[in-house]
């Protein structure tokens, strides 16, 4: 399949890299808007500087991959066999070639990746040398920069390759690192929470089904369970943390395991992955706090209040674009309801979810009170049995692979340059606006 998908993935690119090569020739002086101080001062929020193929957010429809909503991609990707939730190899051959994949298309990735996901031994030493309280996000990081001895591109580079088929091994590098994610994560999981018990993978299983079964999980709920949440969790526009430091480190010609490796470092922060953690402990602190069982609607209400009055936000409410519910966290309430609509946390969430909103909505600063995705995924993870929090950061790593790469092999075969924004001093800017005030 990697040929195929490879041989397809240049036919799209070289005449897209093309175009807009003309497009930045004719019209590279059409102005996309004025950039404020505020701007400046608030981690360029909303400044539009850089080009991301993969997806974009729609503030009322949320993600859409290569133009396609959530609910869309629900209908149009292949699914496994007996099963309702689309592959995570579907999406990522759309991310990367703009097509919707057939579901032979899907079965030879899976295949693919199969061949392609043993880990060298070194990769498992150096996790081992790590204590074993070490945060699982740590040993993520430092296993995929150890597998940099595999590097194809930086091997290829030092021969002096064409800058023009730099996609090739970056492509190569991409497809054996997102491979071989479930194994290392799998790892870290049993080293770490079940007395280093390793599950070997079993052939023939589709990736999810796979990771599922090396964390020790096989039930067909759990393969689902996966599948969707490897899924929702691939890409959102290249503007988040993990997305830009993993373009930002690419840009520089670093291959793909230094910059994903960034890309998971920047991951690991509160105000991006680490919110998944963060929002099933406050779900849990709630339910104890409130004497256990299923707390009431009112009860909820009091609580949020009160955390609201300490000055403390309630996490997984809230997004810097979207203004809506987030159609990640819907998917995931569907498939608590079809699976477990008498699990406890699950209606906790949902209860919080009827109640937050209004609550939030009358403050007046906060322009989005609605849930994103980080707000539901705890609560199915711990309902199988997958509870420890630390762990769940890395689950997000190992799907946000799907469009970090997929974006990072684009950037190499498009050309883009390395990214080099300028910046200003505070007092210059204190000038330029003086000068501003003074001329108008």
């Known amino acids: 399949m990697s040929n195929q998908l490879k041989n397809l993935f240049s036919e799209v690119i070289h005449p897209h ?5 003309n497009l930045i020739a004719e019209h590279g002086n059409v102005k996309l808007g004025e950039i404020t101080a505020a701007q ?15 997806s974009k957010l729609d503030p009322e429809e949320g993600i859409r991959f290569r133009g396609y909503s959530i609910p869309e991609l629900y209908n149009l990707l292949p699914k496994a066999e007996n099963g309702n939730e689309p592959l995570p190899e579907g999406i990522f051959y759309l991310m990367l070639t703009g097509r919707i994949p057939s579901a032979e298309d899907v079965k030879s990735i899976s295949t693919d990746w199969e061949n392609r996901s043993v880990l060298p031994e070194h990769v498992y030493k150096a996790i081992d040398a790590l204590p074993i309280h070490t945060h699982p996000m740590t040993q993520f990081s430092i296993g995929i920069l150890a597998m940099r001895t595999d590097s194809v591109f930086a091997r290829e580079y030092e021969k002096g390759i064409n800058k023009k088929e730099y996609w090739n091994p970056m492509f190569e590098d991409s497809m054996n690192l997102i491979a071989r994610l479930p194994r290392l994560a799998a790892y870290i999981y049993r080293r770490t ?7 070997e993978p079993k052939a023939g299983l589709d ?6 079964h090396m964390l020790g999980y096989d039930s067909h709920e759990v393969a689902e369970l996966m599948r969707l949440y490897l899924t929702i969790h691939a890409d ?5 943390v993990s997305a830009h430091a993993t373009h930002l480190v690419g840009s520089a010609l670093s291959d793909a395991f230094y910059s994903f490796s960034a890309g998971i470092n920047g991951l690991a922060g509160p105000l991006h992955g680490l919110a998944n953690q963060e929002v099933i402990r406050w779900i849990l602190d709630l339910q104890k706090d409130l004497g256990g069982g299923l707390p009431t609607s009112e009860q909820i209400a009091q609580y949020v209040n009160r955390t609201l009055a300490e000055g403390k936000v309630v996490p997984g409410y809230g997004h810097a674009v979207l203004r809506k519910t987030d159609p990640r966290f819907t998917a995931q309430m569907d498939f608590a309801k079809k699976y477990m609509p008498d699990d406890d946390i699950c209606n906790i969430v949902w209860r919080v979810y009827d109640v937050v909103p209004g609550i939030l909505g009358s403050i007046k600063k906060i322009q989005n009170p609605w849930p994103n995705v980080d707000a539901h995924s705890g609560a199915l993870l711990i309902h199988y049995g997958i509870k420890e929090y630390d762990f769940f950061t890395v689950l997000f ?10 974006q990072l092999t684009i950037s190499r075969a498009m050309g883009l340059p390395i990214e080099r924004p300028g910046s200003i001093t ?5 000038k330029r606006i003086q000068a501003q005030l003074t001329n108008s």
Do not use: C, D, P
């Open 17 to 21: 890299a093309a175009e807009v090569k």
């Open 40 to 54: 400046v001062f608030s981690g360029m929020k909303g400044m539009v500087g850089m080009i991301t193929e993969t």
């Open 193 to 199: 929470y079940h007395n280093n018990n390793q599950i």
């Open 207 to 212: 990736w999810s089904a796979n990771f599922a």
């Open 236 to 240: 959102h526009e290249g503007g988040n």
């Open 397 to 406: 790593g190992v799907s946000r692979a799907l469009g970090v790469l997929a």
């Open 426 to 430: 505070s007092e210059g800017l204190k």
